[in-house]
């Protein structure tokens, strides 16, 4: 990675793009305003954080829980789309930055991504003419793309014929399942995708993936079991595929943020059976982590003795009504904090600790409704909110205010982290 590029983003001058912000920041650099030693206090709200401690205990939790599974990491970059934080998962050992789509790859490749995972086709004529030139002119930058069809392995390979294409394009056979998202459906149709590449001379097969995520939304004995089903028919489609890979390193690869466990126990056994193979996971929210969906369903929270992972975002809210005696809203909404995978969790008042028997129960563009905190919140107050869901969260910041710890009574703000969504 190149890190004179990411080393730069601290001479961005500050402005009213950036609305974590303050304006007596206008006109600073990154680094000029970080050495005025800011605090939470300096910056007001509607406000995402980063809280450097747990970012840090999460960045080696999970390093060393991939180390002793024996799986690679190439987390999925779209979830924080921060240069900057790439930068340290790559640092802590990780094997390549996944992403999903052509515009993310511009922004890796800007920033100097050796090795970039695709988890998706790449179709786009365009793109596959500014990926061929990419690859031409860098011999050491790697690429892998997936491929799900014959269809679009002609389209791939018409395309990359058209723009001259020099190295051939690593692809993997996406193999998916019944009401899933992409892929291949069921190993015959997989198969008939490997031929289609092996057909087309722009392509090289390099292995196989998918995403089991898409089959399973929580940890029940039933979502489980078909995580598992799902696993091990993609593992036979390896063994399958084996003995015609022109790569003596295939890849397997699968494994997003909540079943990486799972992943790691089906999967690894290939690589003794096929010396060589490499077992790639993909957890892209564990960097942040959360205080919602991924908290309760992570391995590492639900794995009696492992190392649990810790929320690294937190929600800033003001109080500005108080129309009822147990409604408050707050100056936070869908436009600034994530509600996909359910909606924040009022977690205390600044300046007043813990706020207890409170509940978020509906967010509007620019509102949060908060229900029974009472006087506990009165206007003005700023509350802090535990969030669920990064994927959507890092979307709504172009730059997120970094605090040595959030739990501190005046947390420092140590960095800002740069997004490109």
């Given at each position: ?5 990411v080393?730069?983003l601290?001479?961005e001058t500050?402005d ?10 206008w ?28 970012l840090?205990?999460?960045l ?10 024996d799986v ?16 340290t ?6 094997h ?68 001259g ?42 292995g ?44 397997v690869t ?17 690589a003794?059976?096929?010396p ?61 904090l ?19 028997g ?6 509007n ?7 029974g ?30 605090v ?7 947390p ?10």
């Open positions: 990675m190149d890190r004179d590029a080393a730069a601290a001479d500050l009213w793009r950036f609305k974590a912000v303050p304006a007596d920041a006109g600073r650099t990154v680094r000029g305003w970080l050495a005025t030693g800011p605090t939470l206090d300096s910056l007001g709200t509607p406000l995402l954080t980063l809280d450097a401690a747990a840090d205990h999460n080696r939790t999970m390093a060393a829980w991939c180390r002793e599974a690679l990491l190439a987390p999925h970059g779209k979830t924080t789309m921060a240069p900057a934080l790439w930068q998962q790559l640092a802590a050992g990780a390549a930055i996944t992403l999903a789509n052509l515009p993310q790859l511009r922004v890796a490749r800007a920033f100097g991504v050796q090795r970039l995972l695709l988890a998706n086709t790449l179709l786009d004529p365009a793109g596959l003419a500014w990926l061929a030139a990419e690859l031409d002119r860098h011999p050491d930058f790697a690429f892998t793309s997936w491929v799900d069809s014959a269809d679009s392995v002609r389209q791939m390979d018409a395309a990359l014929r058209a723009a294409a020099q190295r051939p394009v690593e692809v993997l056979v996406e193999l998916g399942g019944p009401g899933g998202r992409t892929g291949a459906r069921g190993i015959p149709a997989a198969l008939d995708v490997a031929a289609a590449v092996h057909a087309a001379p722009t392509l090289r097969l390099a196989v993936g998918g995403y089991e995520g898409a089959l399973a939304h929580d940890a029940s004995d039933r979502a489980l079991a078909a995580v598992r089903d799902y696993l091990c028919d993609l593992a036979e489609l390896h063994r399958r595929l084996a003995p015609d890979y022109p790569t003596p390193t295939p890849v699968a494994g997003g943020s909540a079943y990486f466990d799972t992943v790691a126990e089906e999967l690894t056994p290939l003794e059976e096929f060589g193979t490499k077992v790639v996971v993909r957890a892209g929210a564990y960097h942040a982590h959360d205080d919602g969906f991924y908290r309760g369903i992570s391995p590492l929270a639900r794995t009696t003795g492992a190392t649990p992972l810790r929320s690294a975002m937190h929600g800033w809210a003001r109080v500005v009504s108080h129309p009822e005696p147990q409604l408050a809203l707050l100056d936070a909404g869908k436009r600034d994530p509600f996909d995978e359910g909606l924040p969790e009022p977690q205390l008042v600044r300046g007043a600790g813990e706020l207890t409170a509940e978020v129960t509906a967010l563009d620019q509102h949060t409704f908060l229900r905190a009472g006087e506990s919140a009165p206007i003005g107050a700023v509350v802090r909110l535990g969030l669920s869901h990064p994927c959507t969260a890092f979307d709504k910041w172009t730059l997120i205010p970094v040595d710890h959030a739990d501190a009574q005046h420092r703000v140590v960095d800002l982290v740069r997004t490109y969504f």
